[in-house]
C-alpha cells in the first residue's frame, strides 16, 4: 500500500553534492527525514518497529524465484538520499539475476532497471570492497548508493528475482526526506547493456542516444577479455561523448581506456572517489571499472549519447602471431621509434605483414565481452531507451572466480 507523504517548501536548492546551508544549520523551511525498511515498509512517522514488541521483529524477507519485493512505494515529493542493502547469496548469477527497478512520479516505465550488482558500482557479477563517491562496499557483503533521486509525486523502489533460486535474507533501508522540488527537476536514470561479443570496428553504447536535457553522471564498466588475444592489453579505445546535436563526430574524446579513468599505462586494482578499477584480474582477462563527473560535469541541453571504442595493444610481433592463428583483428596505429604511423588514413599504405613496416606497439581493433551501467540525470521520470535485456544473456558465461561472492551470510 502507499502512503500519503506531506511536503514542504524549502526555498534553498541542493546541486549534487553540495549544500546551500552550512552542516549545522536547519532549514529554513521543514523538512521531514525519512527511514523505509522492513520495520516501516510506508516510511511513516511513528510507525517503526511495531513487530514483537519492538525487538527485531522484521530485519529481513524473502524473494522467492520470480518474485519482486518492494523497498519503497510513496506518494509525494521528496529526495532518496542512501539506499543500503545486502542478502544473503551474493554469486555471480544471483547479482546479474536480481534486477533493481525505480519508477518516479507513478509512471509504468523504470527510470532504472539494472542488474543489482552492477547498478552497485562493481560489475561482471563480482563484490569486492571498495568506495567511490556515488557507492560503497566496506567489506565486500554490502551494497551503499549515496546518489540523490528527487521526484515530485511519488517513487517506488523493487526487486525483481528473476533467477530460478529463492533469495534468502534480503536486508535493506532506504533514507529519504520529504520536501519541496521545482519545476525544472532533473530525475536520476539508470542503463545497463551488455555485448557478449562486439563487432570488430564498432564502438560500445555505454549510453546510447538519449533525448533530453540533464547531466551525465558517469559508468562503471565491465569487461571479458577474449581469449583469441591471449594476455594483451585491451584498453586502447577511447571514450566518445556526443552532446546535443553532434552527428558523426563527438565534442569530447578522451586518450584511451586507462587514461578516462584516470590512470595510465595500464590497469591495476584501486578504488579512489571519481574513478577507480576494483577488479582487474589480467590472468582471467577480467576488469571492472568507473568513472564518475562530478568535479567535471557534462552537461547536455538536447541529447546525448557515450561510446567505448573496442581496442587493445599489443608488441607487433604479438598482433602478428594473432593473426595468424585466426584472431579477427584490425590493426589502426604504429608507435614505432622513427614515428607514430597511422594506418586507417586515406593515404596510408602500410600493412604490418610488409617486411619494411615499421616496428612498434601495434594498436588494434579487436572483439571483447563488454557491458556497462550508465548513470545520468534527465529532465522527465523516463527516457526513450530500451528495456533490460534478457537474464539469459545478463547471466551467461560469468566467471566463477570471484572474490567475495559466496552463498550464505
Known amino acids: 500500500?502507499?502512503?500519503?507523504?506531506?511536503?514542504?517548501?524549502?526555498?534553498?536548492?541542493i546541486p549534487i553534492f553540495s549544500f546551500a546551508q552550512k552542516i549545522y544549520e536547519m532549514p529554513e523551511k521543514k523538512v521531514e527525514t525519512r527511514w523505509s525498511s522492513f520495520e516501516n515498509r510506508g516510511a511513516e512517522k511513528a510507525a517503526g518497529a511495531l513487530e514483537n514488541k519492538g525487538a527485531k521483529g522484521h530485519p529481513f524477507n524473502n524473494?522467492?524465484?520470480g518474485?519482486?519485493?518492494s523497498l519503497l512505494d510513496i506518494d509525494g515529493s521528496g529526495t532518496v538520499q542512501r539506499i543500503w542493502l545486502t542478502f544473503s547469496d551474493r554469486s555471480p548469477e544471483m547479482l546479474r539475476s536480481l534486477v533493481i527497478n525505480m519508477y518516479w512520479d507513478n509512471k509504468e516505465k523504470p527510470a532504472v532497471s539494472v542488474p543489482i550488482g552492477d547498478f552497485f558500482g562493481v560489475g561482471l557479477g563480482k563484490r569486492v570492497p571498495f568506495e567511490s563517491t556515488f557507492f560503497a562496499d566496506p567489506e565486500g557483503r554490502s551494497f551503499v548508493c549515496y546518489i540523490p533521486m528527487p521526484f515530485k509525486e511519488g517513487a517506488k523502489i523493487e526487486i525483481v528475482n528473476q533467477s530460478q533460486k529463492d533469495l534468502k535474507a534480503l536486508f535493506y533501508d532506504v533514507n529519504l526526506t520529504l520536501e519541496e522540488h521545482p519545476e525544472d527537476l532533473l530525475y536520476f536514470h539508470a542503463y545497463w547493456h551488455r555485448v557478449p561479443q562486439t563487432n570488430l570496428g564498432e564502438d560500445?553504447?555505454?549510453l546510447p542516444q538519449v533525448s533530453g536535457k540533464g547531466r551525465y553522471l558517469g559508468t562503471n564498466v565491465g569487461v571479458i577479455t577474449n581469449k583469441d588475444y591471449a594476455d594483451s592489453w585491451f584498453g586502447e579505445g577511447?571514450?566518445?561523448?556526443?552532446?546535443?546535436?553532434?552527428t558523426d563526430i563527438p565534442t569530447l574524446v578522451g586518450s584511451g581506456t586507462e587514461d578516462y579513468v584516470s590512470t595510465a599505462y595500464g590497469q591495476g586494482a584501486y578504488s579512489q572517489q571519481y574513478h577507480g578499477s576494483p577488479v582487474a584480474d589480467k590472468e582471467n582477462g577480467e576488469f571492472a571499472f568507473y568513472r564518475y563527473h562530478v568535479p567535471d560535469p557534462v552537461y547536455f541541453y538536447d541529447g546525448i549519447k557515450v561510446t567505448l571504442q573496442q581496442m587493445?595493444?599489443?608488441?607487433?610481433?604479438?598482433?602478428?602471431?594473432?593473426l595468424k592463428n585466426g584472431a579477427k583483428l584490425q590493426p589502426v596505429t604504429i608507435d614505432a621509434a622513427e614515428g607514430f604511423y597511422r594506418l586507417l588514413?586515406?593515404?596510408?599504405?602500410?600493412?604490418?605483414?610488409?617486411?619494411?613496416?615499421?616496428?612498434?606497439?601495434?594498436?588494434f581493433y579487436r572483439e571483447d565481452d563488454v557491458s556497462a551501467t550508465a548513470y545520468f540525470y534527465l529532465d522527465k521520470p523516463v527516457s526513450d531507451l530500451p528495456s533490460l535485456q534478457p537474464v539469459e544473456i545478463r547471466t551467461q558465461n560469468l566467471s566463477k572466480n570471484v572474490q567475495n561472492a559466496k552463498n550464505g551470510l
Open 345 to 363: 588514413g586515406k593515404d596510408s599504405n602500410i600493412s604490418i605483414k610488409d617486411a619494411d613496416a615499421p616496428k612498434g606497439w601495434t594498436n
Open 67 to 69: 518474485e519482486s519485493i
Open 63 to 65: 524473494i522467492n524465484a
Open 204 to 206: 560500445f553504447k555505454i
Open 1 to 13: 500500500m502507499k502512503t500519503k507523504v506531506f511536503a514542504f517548501l524549502i526555498i534553498f536548492s
Open 312 to 322: 587493445g595493444g599489443a608488441p607487433q610481433e604479438k598482433v602478428k602471431e594473432f
Open 238 to 246: 577511447e571514450v566518445k561523448i556526443y552532446l546535443d546535436d553532434d
